[in-house]
């Protein structure tokens, strides 16, 4: 049987592709839907159609294939009939209730969804139903796997060899907006709900988290891909961008926290790399499996990456928001160059400099999550010419020098700082926190304000500027400085700078060169 990718669901070619819409039996004449793709769609678009189960997607890639369209629909509820019309890039979408198409197209009028990298468009169809040959066996055949692995059941044996299109057991996975740490066993814990996992890579590049994952059979990865591509490990955070991999075996070396063969528990840890403590992982096995049971894909992956964020803080401090930053310049470091540097990652709640041991510090992050956020970024990074560690404390809260005790400056309540970039719930800061970098992203910039000015500014910081941009509004711009520590260093020098006119530059680490 060949792939998914020609499953002709209900296709109509030429120039019957139309009679369905407009034969009289079915009471419907308008075919706006149709119509509206390429240049009539601004005409068109005034008079949308009020909702409906049905969608209508446009500006499909040529190679799309039906499982991609009906991915799209699937963490929104049940999809019970699909029909492409390939010619034109469209297909129309049945989803099982009213209320599940509202709920997609109101996340993708604020998320625009992608297909293989293309931004495709949806709206209501000005159908109330799909009325397509029922007796499509192949058709029938997608849409019974794709709800079988969405209830978590496991396929019948001719809807495993449909869902066999793609012939890789090798998943590679990118995670966007990474505002919590992602770990290899969390990715392991997601999943392994849809087959055995036998190796995952984790590694950095382009500034982003991404990982090689292997399924023991390219079936198990055709599912995952199905139930998990587009979906939130945290809630509006940690998003998984998933595709096949080209390879169709991975190669690993080392078992530790970046690379671990599963099938192959002799490995070594490799350099320097701290194997996985086997408290740790027999915590996290007892800790998960129970939250795992047979609850929905997206349900398993919170309480997964729950569960690993917990372990991960469990052994070494509870569930505390303080950090212990030492190796610290102290010459040159002051609370507020700590504020603001940790102040990417989290909301600085309180920062004390260590009265006898003043290359210390401790920083209460608002909660566990953004100390081991920040922990994660910044442990390793260069501030004032020194590689700083970053270590989860044992302490709960930063206590404040008692009053009238004079400490010299070296403790700081931030608690009401209105410079907190996460106190609004939601907010697009969330969605935009990255490792640091050479790049930084500007905002909040004056009108008046031009790239000379800003060139002046940062390599006043005592950095070289190697490239600017200005976005098009000139609001916003991205500056490249020759390395990451100038890049921190401006970051924690201009960030909140006054331009005047009482105009504070925003300043954060970005995931695009220049």
């Known amino acids: 049987m060949d792939g998914i990718s020609d499953v002709a669901v209900g296709v109509k070619r030429g120039s ?31 008079e949308e159609a009020p909702p409906s189960r049905v969608l209508h997607i446009r500006k499909l890639p040529n190679e799309a294939s039906e499982t991609e369209v009906i991915a799209l629909g699937l963490p929104f509820g049940k999809v019970t009939n699909i029909l492409t019309l390939k010619g034109k890039n469209q297909a129309f979408l049945e ?19 992608h297909i293989r990298n293309i931004p495709v468009f949806i709206q209501y169809s000005n159908h109330k139903e799909l009325k397509t040959d029922a007796g499509n066996q192949r058709t029938q055949a997608v849409l019974q796997a794709v709800s079988a692995v969405q209830s978590g059941g496991s396929p019948s044996s001719d809807v495993q060899e449909a869902l066999a299109a793609a012939s890789s057991p090798v998943l590679r996975i990118i995670i966007d907006n990474m505002f919590y740490p992602v770990t290899l066993d969390v990715l392991q814990q997601i999943f392994s709900k849809f087959g055995t996992v036998m190796k995952i890579i984790t590694f950095t590049k382009n500034n982003q988290f991404q990982a090689l994952l292997q399924f023991s059979d390219p079936v198990n990865a055709q599912q995952a891909k199905l139930a998990l591509d587009g979906q939130n490990i945290y809630n509006s955070c940690c998003t998984l961008r998933i595709d096949f991999s080209k390879l169709v075996n991975l190669n690993v070396k080392y078992n530790n926290d970046k690379s671990r063969d599963y099938t192959r528990p002799e490995l ?34 919170a ?3 729950a569960a690993a964020g917990r372990v991960a803080l469990a052994g070494q401090a509870g569930s505390s928001g303080v950090l212990l930053v030492s190796n610290l310049n102290e010459e040159m470091v002051t609370p507020q160059s700590l504020f603001t540097l940790f102040g990417v990652y989290g909301d600085v709640q309180r920062v004390k400099i260590l009265y006898n041991k003043k290359d210390s510090a401790l920083i209460q992050m608002s909660d566990a999550n953004q100390a081991q956020l920040a922990m994660s970024h910044l442990n390793g990074q260069k501030m004032y010419g020194k590689i700083i560690r970053v270590t989860l404390s044992k302490h709960q809260t930063v206590a404040l020098p008692r009053d ?15 410079l907190h970039r996460f106190k609004k719930p939601g907010s697009k800061n969330f969605q935009n926190i990255f490792p640091p970098s050479a790049t930084l992203h500007l905002s909040n910039i004056p009108q008046d304000v031009t790239e000379d000015d800003l060139r002046l500014l940062f390599s006043n910081a005592g950095g070289t500027v190697k490239a600017f941009k200005f976005f098009q509004d000139r609001k916003m711009a991205l500056i490249q400085m020759s390395t990451v520590e100038e890049a921190i260093q401006a970051l924690i020098d201009l960030h909140n700078y006054n331009m005047g006119g009482n105009q504070h530059l925003r300043v954060s680490f970005s995931k695009s060169t220049i």
């Open 16 to 46: 019957d592709e139309l009679s369905m819409y407009n034969s009289p039996n079915s009471g419907m004449s308008s075919i706006s839907d149709v119509a509206s793709n390429g240049s009539d769609s601004k005409k068109l678009r005034v």
């Open 95 to 113: 989803m099982g209730t009213e209320e599940a198409a509202i709920t997609m197209v109101n996340y993708y009028n604020t998320v625009t969804p």
């Open 268 to 301: 070594p840890a490799g350099d320097g790399q701290p194997s996985l403590d086997p408290s740790v992982a027999a915590a996290f096995s007892k800790d998960s499996n129970s939250l795992l049971g047979a609850l929905n894909p997206l349900s398993a992956a």
């Open 303 to 305: 309480a997964a990456a």
């Open 404 to 418: 009238g005790l004079d400490d010299q400056g070296l403790t700081k309540d931030y608690a009401n700082s209105p």
